[in-house]
């Protein structure tokens, strides 16, 4: 078995009086494609932003690679460092070319050369596709081009585990393939991920792990292949059901 | 052709005069526009912060100086307070006062407003990319918020520099004066002065807030 990347214990997520995550545990080992689906508004976004304390957590532990994760704690800009994350909306920075906002965290906040920053961006980007648009601003791009500069962003800083959060929700249909191309190649290369979808295809193709959270914990934790073929429980199968489409024709 | 009294500006000094007028008007407008600018910024950005103090000092704040003609500020800090703490205050400095309590005011508001309009997932993403607090403000927050500032800011300093037509009340001699004192001397050999006095001192007023409007409108063609 390899390395525990990261280590939720007994994490507890709540909103004022409303508990979206209770007493939830997982750990994501090195190189693992861990997905999570379930339906929409079951805590799993809130789940990725609990991760890098984006959301305070109001009862158990978070870490990564042994070490904690608190959402006050002076060094949490270096723990983040080592958790990339990739928002539904992009959330390019607008006044900024790709290059610029590809480079910004690197050389601000991890110190490295400008040069070196600027030749790995550009192989980064060379690699998804987009080299020659280095130069153009996010208002110039496609969705799906935001998206892969984004993934670009991310991936520069040499994360320990990689946050997909709904990445294609807010794409054209025709740009979904190009993004989730990209991760199944990450996936390929064996980096650790952890990926919130509905695009139920993808979850298959790409998971090693699948992990269904319903009423506030993980209800269902299994491999693609038996979670979409014999589910272990109800809740799975009507969650899956619910991508099917059925018309009932008079006989 | 009718006359327009124009020649008026020809004899002796008149024309330096005027422009000696505006340059007083200019001075004062942009030595507030410079502390509201910066007192703004800092005002501003203490006021965005969530259950700020100085948000509600602000509010109060613009609430007054909204209310009051600016008249009436110049009257007030002039004549006023001058007679009621027994301290000595020139017209300038204390038009300089007051364009800057206005300024500030109305800076601290655009900033306030210029920042809190940045969307919180644009802060959450620079967050998540590791970047310090003080490092997210400079390089994602800050820059967007300046990008919306700076045509609001702009319209701020060319409307101080209109008011400072009224400054004339409070004895500072600055264009608008220098051209009645023109009109008024020359009265019997050119009666119709007034009208080309005035017009050039209609055209030197656009002439310095032409090139500030249309700054603005290019910075808002090209970041919009």
Redesign the interface.
Known sequence: MSDVVLSISHLTKRFDQQTILEDLSLDVREGEVVVIVGSSGCGKSTLLRCI?A?EEIQGGEIRLRGEPIRHNSKNL???????G?V?Q?Y?????LTVLDNIM??PV???KRSREETRTEALTLLDRVGLKEKAGSYPRQLSGGQKQRVAIV??LI?HPEILLFDEVTAALDPEMVREVLDVIVSLADQGKTMLIVTHEMSFARAVADRIILLEDRRILEENTPEQFFTSPKTEQAEKFLQSFEFKRKKES | MPDLGLEVLWKGKNFARLLGGLWVALRISLIAALISVAAGILLGVLASRKHSVFSAILQVWLGIIHIMPQMVLLFLMYFGTTRAFGWNLSGETAAIIVFSLWGTAEMGDLVRGAVSSIPAIQRESAEALGLRPIQVFRFVILPQAVRRLIPLSINLITRMIKTTSLITLIGVVEILKVAQQIIEANRKASPNAAFGVYLTVFVLYYLACRPLSLAAKHLEKHWG
Request: glycine content about 0%.
């Open positions: 890098n984006l800009p270096e723990m983040r460092r080592k958790i994350m928002f909306n959330e390019l920075f607008p006044h910004l965290s601000r906040a991890q962003r991310a800083m």
